[in-house]
């Protein structure tokens, strides 16, 4: 389990970065390398040129304004785990350690989560939750894009092979709740199945967000949930009722049949979660 | 001055000696040895279940890397043929012959400079296969019209086992009710964390093989056989060992063709498995699927038991152990502490195109301990008493031993009774139970099971010779040499790797001559510099290469204390041997300190009594007559709390009493019940090797292949009883693969416990994963 | 900018144990490798490669980190501590000590990446450890000999003496 050849290219700037991976059909950026680096070391992955982020300073740091909180492409998970999160955000650093183990932690990014997109993965769906942006840098220059137009598949984003992450932003919002859940074999291990509640008041109006992954090939929200929480309507959260915007598959972990009920339940446990936090 | 008293080593609390070389990154692993010249292999695995081998095509190949495949090598082979009638046999290939038998089995091999150019060379080999049908489960190879996967046998059966007991027929007629079941355990492994490792060189016209085994005489004849060359010729090193559990005692072909390519390339050669081939082509153990009877009468004592025993051994038979063993400790164990006598088992070793399967930690008894404590537990709930009564009721007594039991097993003592006493008083057992049927009735999904067991170890010829294997496991042997600075050196035919026995054989014999540990160095896994003998598995080490090294302390003790006699001029009878030296009974000032006393025997012959010769070295084997084994017998109890909405299994307490007989160092007993337990508990909740029906292996990361952490193993409490063994020196019994032998029972237990206010259900199937046990729970409301 | 082709190496220099190595280095080699095979560090060792056993766990710039999963060359510059320099002499530290006086290690290979992980979490946590923080700090780690009891055990036992 050795990688097989590639060169390496760390550059400066964002700029340097994406003029190399539009050059080089096949470069791959690397981030944190927690998961691209286990994919070297099996060979499932055979880049030209790893493009390593590590050297740009603009990809660092937490910067909490008024309106939202921008994530660093590179900011660590350890570091989102240990951020100062306001009331109502638990959902976040609680989603966050269950992602692997703390040396993975250090390392692993929230830009290379969301770009790697596994769809058992806790950040894609928190960020999904809580309605969080992507900025993209190409060298046809910038753009930003939310979590739903972003993940399109296993694995898949809508990140061009020349673009990388450079920041996400998570909007600020009045009398926020969230609550998160996950089942995995064990602590750490991708999820069978998590889920992510959030509501919150938005120009006198009450919005709300139910998220599930490791149920489909990419993070689902579950509209039916959503218009409950809103309404504060009574509604069942079933198998069947997920069955409707998931498909999962089965592995050696789990049949697609125990991952929809296990789903319904990560989601009825989140949505509790978000309705019995304790006020502060 | 004080008086000087004989020192007692054994029973001490002490820390192990073996401990600072791996506190501070000194491990002496394989891999982390080095030779001037050193090349690097890989193996190109076979990606079918079951194929031809149409051609190889190595041309992509660099010059500078050298390439080895099948027709290279094709009259090597590791060969392992039982003794029992009818076994079918067939060689294991160094590298395959024309066809391909399981997915992972080395097909060709590269040898490069560096590790990560020979993974380049070997993907630049190209291999036609023209695949066959694959079998891949016990129904479809014993099944009419199976592919065979050795075309020269008659069936997909090794060979057929059978026994009934005399009075089976009888003792059937004697039971009014019956339970029974479909009792499955999944195939799984030791998995170390330190893969397999090999260095071979060629030094001096020997052949030196660096490998991490336990085993590392028999790997020396296993590669002598397979060349065909005299062991004199072949020198094994097996320095330390990162974690054994049986998947390391056995012969593998890498290790002869590391030793092949060595010679061939007048290079060393080093190989080191990577995770993905550890799972691919280390050899696997555990599958086991029981359909099992259990006969009682209206009280609830067990008349006789009934058993059809099924072993997926894979695609080859094992070097030492044959492809039997399995099947006849299941046989032989199944009946387990209990006392009735009516048997009739049947067993088949099966063949299938799955990677071949050896030993893990336990062998079988886990499987055979299930399967029993199952059936007990439903006998216990068909007469509606409690579990712990039920097996009191049934067990081997104290005034019964040497007990025969059902299967042939001769268990020499134990404290089964007394251990359920202990346990009952120790854990407040009844208060216990009412407390979680209370919580049950609240609704909460918690539950307690059980097992109780016997653990054969130490056992040498008269169990080995009825097990048909070719090399009767029937002694260790330790050479015990003191230098003239008074120090002793223990060589011991037995391995290291974990268990402590650094520690501990140095503790047992050096009490015999009063030698401090920190003055004794026990040598092991060099067939250069030890006697031969088997090596580490079954639970042996520290009782035969333990009674050896006493029993050759003794020779050396009885010398010096010619000697010492002789120079005090006192009778022997008088001396007294401790950390000082030797000294005169009452009077310390009459002492001579054991360097004195080595070094005259070295260094001063003109001081020896007449006919003393100056050597201070013996050498003695020991086997623990009457060589049946010496049984240790553990009690475990567990509580769980499941999920009903997902589940997820919770061990919230684990309690063991285990008695192995007098113990050298408990803290090391407590290691080896925590580790086996942990490894139970993968078996009962985590641990699983998935095949597809094409025979593709599904798990082959530790992604997919789940060890338990520390989040899923709980603390876990002991308590000792020590029932002398009347067959070993020092009344000690082996007691290495105990902790794993019951967690399955007892977690199968306590989660059918824990679902037991739902609605009745019958687990029999393990792991139990969150998605097994919510099926379980489904059944249960089905059941109500 | 650091520019390196695949079949050719590059000096990088790390700061091992707090002596400073350089060393040629090829884009693809792992950390781990160069610790063992360039620089003659054994003992941190290899169980996976895919970054779940937790065996060659190191501390790079104070922070544990698999060094299967980490390249050499994008540390360069790194401060890197493995388990040879924990003690900083021949004698063995508290936890190393605690380790031997609990019988927290059997087979020894795991040992390393653990010694690792709790001297992380000894140093980046105020007082006495619960066993559940302990249990959750080492749950990245695997140990297949011990059950992990003597583990938390040795680890608690340095926790509460550091602690006072």
Same mark, same amino acid.
């Given at each position: ?15 340097? %970065?994406? !003029?190399?991976? @539009?050059? /080089?059909?096949? +470069?791959?950026? &690397? $981030?944190? =390398?927690? *998961? ?78 969301? %770009?790697? !997109?596994?769809? @058992?993965? /806790?950040?894609? +769906?928190?960020? &999904? $939750?809580? =309605?969080? *942006? ?147 | ?784 | ?164």
């Amino acid at each position: 389990m050795k990688p097989p050849l590639f060169a390496y290219y760390r550059p400066n700037s964002v700029a340097e %970065a994406v !003029a190399r991976l @539009a050059r /080089e059909e096949g +470069a791959v950026p &690397l $981030a944190g =390398g927690q *998961s691209l680096i286990p994919m070297l070391n099996m060979r499932l992955a055979r880049p030209t040129t790893v493009v390593d982020l590590g050297g740009i300073a603009d990809l660092q740091g937490i910067d909490v304004s008024p309106d939202s909180i921008r994530l660093g492409a590179r900011v660590t998970h350890a570091a989102l785990e240990k951020h100062g999160w306001p009331h109502g955000y638990e959902a976040i650093p609680e989603g966050v350690r269950q992602i692997g183990y703390g040396a993975i932690r250090n390392r692993g990014t929230v830009g290379g989560s969301l %770009a790697h !997109a596994d769809p @058992a993965a /806790e950040l894609p +769906a928190l960020m &999904l $939750a809580f =309605g969080a *942006s992507i900025q993209l840098a190409s060298p046809r220059g910038e753009r930003s894009m939310v979590a739903d137009d972003f993940f399109l598949g296993y694995y898949e984003t809508a990140r061009a092979s020349d673009e990388i992450i450079t920041s996400v932003r998570i909007p600020v919002r009045d009398d926020l709740r969230s609550g998160f859940s996950e089942l995995s074999r064990r602590r750490g291990d991708f999820a069978i199945a998590l889920a992510v509640a959030v509501r919150w008041k938005e120009a006198g109006r009450t919005e709300a967000r139910a998220v599930v992954g490791g149920l489909d090939v990419r993070p689902r929200r579950i509209p039916e949930v959503e218009e409950a929480l809103v309404t504060g309507s009574e509604l069942a959260i079933t198998a069947d009722l997920l069955a409707r915007h998931v498909h999962p598959a089965n592995d050696v972990h789990a049949s697609a049949e125990y991952r929809l009920e296990v789903g319904a339940e990560m989601l009825r446990r989140a949505v509790w979660s978000m309705e019995n936090r304790e006020d502060s | 001055m004080t008086t000087f008293h004989e020192p007692r080593f054994v029973g001490a609390r002490v820390a192990r000696v073996e401990d600072p070389r791996f506190l501070t990154g000194q491990g002496r692993y394989v891999s982390n040895q080095v030779v001037a010249g050193m090349r690097h292999a890989r193996f190109v695995r076979s990606p079918f279940a079951h194929a031809r081998i149409v051609s190889v095509d190595t041309s992509a190949v660099p010059s500078g890397v050298a390439v080895f495949t099948g027709e290279d090598w094709a009259s090597y082979a590791i060969e392992c043929t039982s003794r029992y009638e009818g076994f079918q046999s067939a060689a294991m290939p160094v590298l395959a012959v024309g066809k391909v038998r399981y997915v992972g089995e080395p097909v060709a091999m590269v040898v490069a400079d560096d590790p990560y150019e020979a993974e380049d060379a070997a993907e630049l080999i190209l291999i036609d296969y023209d695949p066959l049908e694959p079998v891949t489960s016990i129904e479809q190879a014993l099944s009419e019209g199976a592919p065979l996967i050795h075309e020269h046998w008659t069936s997909n059966l090794y060979v057929p086992r059978a026994y009934t007991s005399p009075d089976y027929d009888e003792k059937v007629r004697e039971a009014t009710r019956t339970v029974s079941g479909r009792f499955v355990n999944s195939r799984h492994s030791g998995v170390p964390m330190e893969g397999r490792a090999v260095l071979a060189e060629v030094v001096d016209g020997e052949i030196v093989v660096r490998t991490a085994t336990q085993i590392p005489h028999l790997i020396r004849t296993a590669i002598a056989n397979a060349l065909g060359i005299s062991e004199n010729s072949v020198r094994v090193i097996s320095p330390d060992v990162g974690g054994g559990f049986g998947v390391k005692a056995q012969a593998y072909p890498e290790e002869v063709a590391c030793a092949l390519a060595a010679r061939s390339l007048g290079a060393p050669v080093k190989w080191i498995e990577d995770r993905r081939e550890h799972f691919l082509a280390s050899h696997h153990s555990r599958q086991h699927v029981h359909d099992a009877t259990l006969h009682f009468d209206d009280e609830g004592r067990i008349r006789a038991l009934t058993a059809a025993v099924y072993v997926d051994m894979g695609a080859y038979s094992v070097f030492p152990w044959t492809s039997t063993m399995d099947t006849g400790m299941a046989m032989g164990i199944l009946p387990g502490p209990y006392r009735f006598t009516g048997y009739k088992v049947n067993g088949f070793p099966t063949c299938t195109n799955k990677t071949p399967y050896g030993a893990y930690r336990g062998v079988s008894r886990p499987a055979a301990c299930f399967t029993i404590e199952r059936l007990v537990d439903w006998m216990a709930r068909d007469r509606g008493i409690d579990r712990l009564e039920a097996r009191r009721r049934n067990l081997v007594r104290k005034d019964d031993y040497p007990w025969t039991n059902a299967g042939g097993l001769v268990y020499d003592g134990g404290s089964l009774e007394e251990s359920i006493d202990v346990m009952r008083e120790w854990i407040g057992y009844d208060d216990l139970v009412q407390r979680l049927a209370e919580e049950r009735r609240r609704g909460r999904l918690v539950g307690l099971g059980m097992a109780i067991f016997t653990e054969q170890s130490a056992h040498t010829t008269e169990e080995f010779k009825k097990r048909g294997v070719p090399i009767v496991f029937g002694y260790e042997t330790a050479t015990l040499r003191l230098d003239s600075t008074g120090n002793l050196t223990i060589a011991t035919s037995i391995h290291n790797h974990g268990q402590g026995l650094e520690t501990t054989l140095a503790q047992f014999a050096g009490e015999v001559l009063g030698i401090p540990l920190e003055r004794i160095k026990v040598v092991f896994g060099d067939t250069n510099q030890v006697a031969y003998g088997a090596g580490t598995f079954a639970s042996r080490s520290a009782v035969l290469a333990g009674g050896a090294a006493r029993l050759a302390a003794t020779d050396l003790r009885e010398k010096l204390a010619r000697v010492a006699a002789h120079l005090l001029e006192v009778s022997e009878a008088d001396l007294v041997f401790h950390e000082e030296g030797v000294s005169v009974v009452g009077s310390p000032e009459s002492t001579i300190s054991m360097a004195e006393l080595c070094r005259i025997i070295y260094q001063r012959p003109d001081l020896l009594p007449e006919g003393v010769t100056p050597t201070l070295e013996a050498t003695r084997t020991y086997d623990a007559p009457p060589g049946t084994g010496t049984y240790t017998n553990a009690f475990h109890v567990g509580t769980v709390e499941v999920d009903e909405h997902t589940g997820v299994v919770n061990i919230t307490g684990y309690w063991v009493v285990e008695d192995c007989g007098v113990m050298i160092n408990p803290l090391v007993v407590e290691g080896q019940i925590h580790g086996g337990v942990a490894q139970g508990i993968g078996s009962a909740l985590f641990e699983e090797m998935v095949y597809d029906e094409d025979g593709q292996l599904l798990t082959t990361t530790f992604m997919d292949y789940l060890l338990p952490t520390a989040l899923d193993v709980p603390h876990i409490a002991t308590r000792h009883l020590e029932t002398p063994s009347p067959n070993t020196i020092g009344g000690i019994k082996g007691m290495g693969e105990g902790g794993a032998i019951a967690p399955a029972a007892v977690i199968a237990g306590a989660v059918e416990d824990a679902l037991s206010e739902i609605g009745p259900v019958w687990i029999s199937e393990v792991p139990l994963t969150p998605e097994r046990v919510l099926r379980y729970i489904r059944q249960a409301k089905e059941n109500r | 900018m650091k520019e390196v082709a695949a079949e050719s190496r590059t000096e990088i220099t790390l700061t091992v144990n707090g002596v400073a190595h350089t060393v040629q280095v090829s884009p693809r080699r792992l950390l781990a490798d160069v610790l063992r095979d360039d620089i003659g560090l054994k003992g941190t060792n290899l169980g996976c490669e895919h970054g779940y056993c937790g065996a060659c766990t190191v501390l790079v710039d104070g922070e544990t980190v698999r060094s299967c999963l980490t390249l050499a060359v994008a540390v360069d510059g790194a401060d890197i501590t493995t388990v040879e320099g924990l003690s900083g002499s021949d004698e063995l530290n508290d936890l190393q000590r605690a380790f031997q006086e609990a019988h927290a290690l059997q087979c020894g290979f795991c040992t390393p990446g653990f010694l690792i992980t709790a001297t992380e979490l000894l140093d980046s946590t105020e007082g006495p450890l619960t066993e559940q923080q302990i249990r959750e700090a080492i749950a990245g780690n695997i140990c297949r000999c011990t059950g992990y009891v003597h583990i938390v055990e040795a680890i608690r036992r340095v926790s509460e003496a550091r602690a006072g």
